[in-house]
């Protein structure tokens, strides 16, 4: 039974989501597409039910999880997948998934909400990613005797599990079956709390921007824009406050080249961003090989590619630490390159260690990103040991995925109860 105080919580939130839907697109296409979640079920769900379900809240997490899908396909194509986001970032881009046979929004953590799923799915187990604590679906879980996991999780002591007043979230962390984390500091906090059902297993990223990696695709436009430049330089996932940085450097420079590709790109975003350029720019989806060959900044405006694309540049910046936090620097360090970003980089252990070994960089403001650039771009000795740190990292840290995999699947759990 879920703490009254919770369900008054969520209740809340939901009212808040409908409210900022009257202006805010994003909450618009969760509640249509919340909407839209039970129909989807009876559509496209088999009765017999037994699904492996795997939740992730967003893109980001979804890209922990996918390993996980990958692995699970190739060792028993027969499975069958559940696929649920709580974001619209996550399921409007990812809504058809080829390996999940079913894509929908997990509906709010209310106790009918639960209940209806659960009955309709009926999964064999539940996977969550990283940052997912629903009371309400947790505990129902555990009632019915499903075996629920959480991977690449990390925890931090400020967190409220670990605070004196954090009980009831605490009592969250002992519905999983298991808890596999990114490290041993998150292991050494969660038996502080009593919690010892812990694999330290890593974080799922570095196989997924390693299997990237290996299928990387080509793209003739973008290998035309880069062919004879000096430096190229690889702005993934930006915004504003990023581009405030990049872009009256990049004006000033004309010895390099830059690609961006911003984390979103509505026509006015597009547009601004394009005013800024004082140097021949283009977009990536309206630029032939030949014109890209031309341009000095190419814009990309096309979603699921940029992974993909820090292959072309000796120098890598990654956008989101002057926000909410950066985004995946893994990405681009898989490739042997030096990652800057910003100053918000203390949740991100890829960051600080990297950071550490020499092969990330955090900026703070104008000051500091000046210099650190103008050495990778003019110092090809630093800049290419610092792309080796952070190819090495990368390297080191690939395998979370099979001990995840084979801690499940090979050595079960007989009960999940704490």
């Known amino acids: 039974m879920t703490d009254p105080l919770y369900n008054i919580g969520i209740s809340a939130y939901k009212l808040a989501v409908r409210v900022a839907s009257v202006r805010n697109r994003k909450a618009r296409l969760m509640l249509r597409g919340q909407s839209r979640t039970l129909a989807t079920l009876r559509e496209k769900l088999d009765?017999?039910?037994?699904?492996?379900?795997?939740?992730?809240?967003?893109?980001?997490?979804?890209?922990?999880?996918?390993?996980?899908?990958?692995?699970?396909?190739?060792?028993?194509?027969?499975?069958?997948?559940?696929?649920?986001?709580?974001?619209?970032?996550?399921?409007?881009?990812?809504?058809?998934?080829?390996?999940?046979?079913?894509?929908?929004?997990?509906?709010?953590?209310?106790?009918?909400?639960?209940?209806?799923?659960?009955?309709?799915?009926?999964?064999?187990?539940?996977?969550?990613?990283?940052?997912?604590?629903?009371?309400?679906?947790?505990?129902?879980?555990?009632?019915?005797?499903?075996?629920?996991?959480?991977?690449?999780?990390?925890?931090?002591?400020?967190?409220?599990?670990?605070?004196?007043?954090?009980?009831?979230?605490?009592?969250?962390?002992r519905c999983f079956t298991t808890l596999f984390v990114q490290d041993e500091r998150s292991r050494d906090l969660l038996a502080g709390i009593g919690i010892n059902n812990v694999v330290v297993a890593g974080d799922t990223r570095f196989d997924r921007v390693a299997r990237v990696k290996e299928n990387a695709r080509e793209f003739p436009v973008i290998e035309q824009f880069v062919a004879g430049a000096q430096r190229t330089v690889v702005m993934g996932s930006s915004w504003p406050q990023d581009e405030e940085l990049m872009i009256p450097y990049f004006n000033e420079h004309p010895d390099m080249k830059l690609i961006i590709a911003p984390h979103e790109f509505d026509h006015e975003r597009l547009h601004v961003l394009a005013s800024a350029l004082k140097r021949p720019c283009g977009f990536y989806s309206q630029v032939t090989a030949g014109e890209a060959a031309k341009l000095d900044c190419l814009i990309i405006d096309s979603f699921g590619i940029l992974s993909s694309l820090y292959?072309?540049?000796?120098?890598?910046?990654?956008?989101?630490?002057?926000?909410?936090?950066?985004?995946?620097?893994?990405?681009?360090?898989?490739?042997?390159?030096?990652?800057?970003?910003g100053p918000k980089h203390e949740k991100f252990r890829e960051a600080t260690d990297l950071i550490a070994a020499g092969g990330g960089f955090a900026v703070h403001d104008n000051e500091d990103f000046t210099p650190i650039m103008d050495r990778l771009l003019h110092d090809e000795a630093f800049m290419k040991h610092a792309g080796q740190i952070a190819g090495q990292y990368i390297a080191s840290h690939i395998g979370a995925t099979d001990v995840i995999c084979d801690a499940i699947f090979n050595n079960p759990p007989t009960s999940n109860d704490q």
């Open 311 to 341: 292959r072309y540049g000796q120098v890598a910046y990654v956008g989101g630490g002057f926000g909410s936090g950066i985004h995946n620097i893994n990405e681009a360090a898989v490739y042997g390159i030096p990652v800057v970003f």
């Open 47 to 173: 009765p017999a039910g037994g699904y492996i379900w795997v939740h992730a809240a967003s893109l980001g997490e979804f890209e922990q999880g996918r390993p996980i899908i990958e692995r699970i396909k190739r060792d028993n194509p027969q499975a069958r997948i559940l696929l649920t986001f709580f974001s619209p970032s996550g399921y409007e881009v990812r809504k058809n998934y080829q390996l999940a046979d079913v894509v929908c929004y997990m509906p709010f953590d209310q106790r009918r909400n639960v209940k209806r799923f659960l009955d309709m799915v009926k999964p064999s187990m539940a996977i969550f990613v990283k940052y997912e604590f629903w009371g309400g679906y947790l505990n129902s879980l555990r009632r019915r005797g499903i075996p629920t996991y959480i991977v690449s999780a990390i925890f931090r002591p400020g967190q409220i599990f670990f605070r004196r007043w954090g009980g009831m979230f605490r009592n969250m962390l």
